[in-house]
């Protein structure tokens, strides 16, 4: 990861920090001052060593504009800094006071529907206001003024979430951005009605004032003019966050700038751009409680962040120790689920845990969410698996800095998902996630550890690309494909790929035109299904669904065929080989199962072995310069016996081969031979 101020990764973790780090959001200003030294007490016995602060605390600390109010905080850096308890210093520009939203009522989100936002929640101040701008920059520099050079500053944080809970406005304000944005990008209206097809439904434009936001309107809207919006919806919401940053490093240069993401969570924000603006990675993560392999979607969302953070250690800046409050059915997470949940992130290289929040809310809005300290207090199963959790993390200390390799890469690209997402698509059962999902969980079962790339990365050190929803794949990306394929590599290609340009454009010469040599391949059309009905393919009984392509052949071998169907007769799934590696392309959807029919082959392909343990065995491997650190996680109900000749960093216990128990975790610490 490149720095990109004075504070450089190459110092290490968060300066003077030499433990995994271990805390939560710290919300004080909702408790009475008589309260703090018990819950910093509270933080010692549980071992927290970083909390973060302020982050919606604004109106606390400017209760009229320009009137500031440090005294609180004065106090609470203090307590926490005597007890040894660093800080993460949030902005709190996620929610401005009511007296901003009174003097500035045109900062307020607009909805693509035309309704504007009113005050009583967070989060909803339009990023394009130049008044937020001003303001929020303002605070920032107040508080690195106040608290820039203090010893227990560990890390800012800025904003919380930026894209949560909205993230597009359509206010005239934002028109008024977006147009600027355009201009920059097109720099000419030709250019614009060209990249937009405006010659379709007569949308040709003369005057760049007539050019607006793609709000509601009769129709479907230009699917080209709601690309470059979500595109710019993530910029400004980018230009908020580097306005902050640049007025805290002037002010405070020599500690890390960060914002917590949601790595495959949020989709509004393009983070393979914002990951060059932040120092370190930090991300937040909430599991979908009602999912019964949860753990999967968990471990996708750390290796996403991982991949952003270019594979360098990130900060797990918010999970929860139980429920939340904001899902259909808020599930309490099960008797160690807490600590399994924790050590997966570790694991996949998270080098700090943390939770929100550390002690539950009476009032507002998120009372029923859990905390590190909930409110049946210490004598409660989550307080006792909170405070275990930090006796686990403290032994964790030698593991910092190692690093996750991974053989295969998904490819991510949110331009793509948004193009994807929009209206009238050619079958309404077309989703782009799905198909990550249902890739990455083929993988997680094989315990094959995946980074997610971007389409056009260097993909050159990984054995196997799995492309399951590249919709918009541009000509760059698809010669980067080739060049990969043609190095060695092996592609796996799904469905309904490399059908569009960056305009949302098909691209000339058809459906996968541009990655038509490296297939062997064209489709001719698309031959998607009924609700509900299958294709039988001509190979081991698998059954697609969903989709069908009309698919001719231009030198692949035909590895499954449909026996009926739209497409009977025709190829289902192919391989090509191509220079010194292979592409294969799947024309339907396959299941979880049935997609080991062609992953199994592509890791013969590949030179990868996937894993032979039970599938509910999570294992992932940190490699650090001394040792590498295996990190088992069992999500079944049975022990598991570890074949692995190690020193067990949480129990201690060594041996040639290690039980991890049913709903246990091992951190194995395997010695590099000397020699
Ligand atoms: C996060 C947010 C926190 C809290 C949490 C509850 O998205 O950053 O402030 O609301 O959700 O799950």
């Known amino acids: 990861m490149e720095s990109t101020g004075n504070w450089s990764t190459s110092a290490g973790w968060l300066p003077g920090v030499s433990a995994v780090s271990y805390g939560g959001d710290y919300n004080p200003e909702q408790w009475p001052e008589e309260l703090w030294p018990e819950d910093v007490e509270l933080m010692r016995q549980a071992g927290v060593n970083l909390v973060s602060i302020g982050i919606f605390s604004w109106a606390m600390i400017e209760p009229r504009p320009g009137e500031y109010d440090f005294g609180w905080m004065d106090r609470l850096f203090e307590l926490l800094h005597a007890a040894g308890i660093r800080i993460s210093l949030g902005t709190p520009t996620a929610s401005p006071p009511a007296w901003f939203f009174h003097e500035h009522p045109e900062a307020r989100v607009v909805t693509r529907d035309g309704t504007t936002l009113g005050f009583g929640s967070r989060g909803m101040a339009s990023p ?183 594979g360098r250690p990130w900060l797990l800046m918010e999970h929860s120790t139980s429920s939340v409050n904001w899902q259909p059915r808020n599930l309490a997470k099960r008797s160690g689920e807490l600590t399994r949940n924790a050590l997966s992130h570790f694991g996949r290289g998270a080098d700090g845990v943390m939770f929100f929040q550390w002690r539950a809310s009476r009032s507002g809005a998120e009372k029923f969410h859990s905390a590190m300290l909930p409110h049946a207090g210490t004598r409660s199963r989550v307080w006792s698996e909170v405070c275990s959790l930090g006796g686990d993390l403290g032994r964790l200390a030698e593991v910092l800095g190692s690093e996750v390799t991974a053989d295969a890469a998904i490819l991510w690209d949110w331009e793509s998902f948004w193009a994807q997402d929009l209206e009238w698509r050619p079958s309404k059962d077309l989703s782009h996630r799905e198909r990550v999902n249902a890739f990455y969980e083929r993988l997680w079962q094989d315990q094959i550890v995946v980074d997610f790339a971007h389409p056009e990365a260097d993909l050159s050190s990984y054995r196997l690309v799995v492309a399951p929803a590249s919709y918009l794949l541009t000509q760059s990306a698809a010669d980067n494909l080739r060049r990969y394929v043609e190095g060695g590599g092996t592609l796996v290609v799904s469905y309904f790929s490399a059908i569009v340009d960056e305009h949302d454009a098909v691209h000339p010469g058809g459906f996968v035109a541009p990655l038509r040599d490296v297939l062997g391949l064209t489709v001719e059309e698309f031959l998607p299904l009924r609700a509900g009905e299958k294709v039988r393919l001509s190979f081991d009984g698998i059954v697609g669904d969903v989709w069908t392509d009309d698919v001719a052949l231009q030198g692949a071998e035909v590895v499954a065929a449909y026996e009926d169907g739209p497409a009977a007769g025709k190829p289902a799934i192919t391989r090509h080989r191509l220079g010194n590696g292979s592409a294969w392309y799947l024309s339907t959807r396959l299941t979880v199962d049935d997609l080991s029919v062609v992953l199994d082959k592509a890791y013969v392909d590949a030179g990868i072995v996937a894993g032979d343990g039970p599938e509910d065995l999570e294992l992932v491997r940190r490699r650090g310069s001394q040792a590498d650190y295996l990190i088992a996680v069992n999500h079944g109900t049975r022990p598991v016996d570890l074949p692995v000749g190690g020193v067990d960093l949480l129990s201690g216990q060594a041996g040639e081969s290690l039980k991890v128990e049913a709903g246990g975790a091992r951190v194995i610490r395997i010695d590099k031979p000397t020699d």
């Open 128 to 310: 394009s206001s130049p008044a937020y701008r001003r303001a929020s920059t303002s605070i920032a520099t107040a508080l690195a003024k106040r608290y820039g050079s203090h010893p227990a500053l560990a890390v800012w944080h800025v904003h919380n979430e930026y894209g949560a809970p909205v993230s597009e406005c359509y206010s005239d304000e934002s028109v008024r951005a977006f147009r600027e944005w355009l201009r920059d990008r097109y720099t000419s209206l030709d250019a614009l009605n060209g990249a937009w097809g405006t010659a379709f439904w007569g949308q040709r434009y003369v005057e760049w004032e007539h050019v607006s936001a793609p709000a509601v309107s009769a129709s479907v809207v230009n699917p080209a003019q709601r690309l470059d919006f979500a595109r710019f919806t993530s910029d400004a919401l980018l230009q908020c966050f580097i306005a902050e940053r640049d007025a805290i490093r002037t002010e405070c240069p020599g500690v890390p700038i960060t914002t917590n993401f949601m790595a495959g969570t949020c989709e509004s924000v393009d983070l393979w751009k914002w990951a060059d603006e932040v120092d370190l990675v930090a991300n937040d993560h909430y599991l979908v409680a009602e999912d019964e392999r949860s753990q999967v979607g968990l471990a996708l969302s750390a290796d996403l962040t991982r991949s952003i953070a270019r």
